[in-house]
């Protein structure tokens, strides 16, 4: 299994580009996640999922759009990127409640908004 | 509104030195409890999941302990090595939500 796989691994944007991050997971996993980690703050949560077709918004979802159509796939859209998401984005996916929580991340997205 | 708190932000110990990484909540209604590693560069590897009904998880060296009552957890890790130089995460999974302390940065110097 490769488990959480997101791809760019860098990627440099200017102010009002867009872009979509890449995560994919081959665990069969129902619950996926995106997470934004910036110094002093910690991991704060984006978006999720609790499968396909349905997703919802975490503490932090101005900005951003996600969608979830299959299974193994979660990207998470940025309309109109500002300096304020520079960041790095975590994806993560688990089995969901009743069958094991433990969260599985991926190597992450390191993103800087010029 | 859950907050997870993690004292101190850096730890430095020798090499062989027992130690205890602390994890504070406020809201003892906790889900379960995860405990992170995450290398410079890195993404999050897993170390430990407490459920809410338990009271503490083992692996190898290391053991956290949960305390609802109390609003704490701690990670125990025994006989450090300088492979355990790393920034160790801890938090509510909440219904798959997580709500994440800011770490500690331990460094163990050989």
């Known amino acids: 299994n490769a488990g959480v796989t997101q791809t760019p691994k860098f990627q440099v944007l200017k102010t009002g580009q867009s872009m979509t991050l890449q995560c994919a997971q081959d665990?069969?996993?129902?619950?996926m996640s995106w997470y934004r980690q910036d110094p002093g703050m910690g991991l704060r949560l984006i978006h999720y999922s609790v499968g396909a077709g349905i997703t919802d918004q975490g503490e932090v979802p101005n900005g951003y759009n996600v969608s979830r159509s299959t299974t193994e796939d979660f990207p998470l859209r940025l309309l109109s990127a500002a300096p304020s998401q520079t960041s790095v984005y975590f994806c993560?996916?688990?089995?969901?409640?009743?069958?094991?929580?433990?969260?599985?991340f991926g190597p992450g997205t390191r993103l800087l908004v010029l | 509104k859950q907050e997870v708190t993690q004292i101190p932000a850096a730890l430095s110990v020798p090499e062989g030195e027992n130690l205890v990484l602390n994890c504070s909540f406020t809201?003892?209604?906790?889900?379960?409890l995860q405990w992170f590693r995450q290398d410079p560069g890195k993404g999050l590897t897993s170390l430990l999941l407490i459920q809410s009904s338990q009271r503490e998880q083992t692996s190898g060296r290391l053991n956290a302990s949960l305390d609802k009552s109390s609003g704490r957890s701690t990670l125990y890790i025994a006989a450090s090595q300088p492979g355990d130089s790393a920034t160790y995460l801890c938090a509510d999974t909440g219904f798959q939500k997580l709500v994440f302390g800011t770490g500690t940065r331990l460094l163990v110097s050989p």
């Open positions: 993560a996916s688990s089995l969901g409640p009743g069958e094991g929580e433990t969260q599985y």
């Open positions: 809201d003892s209604a906790i889900y379960n």
């Open positions: 665990m069969n996993h129902e619950y």
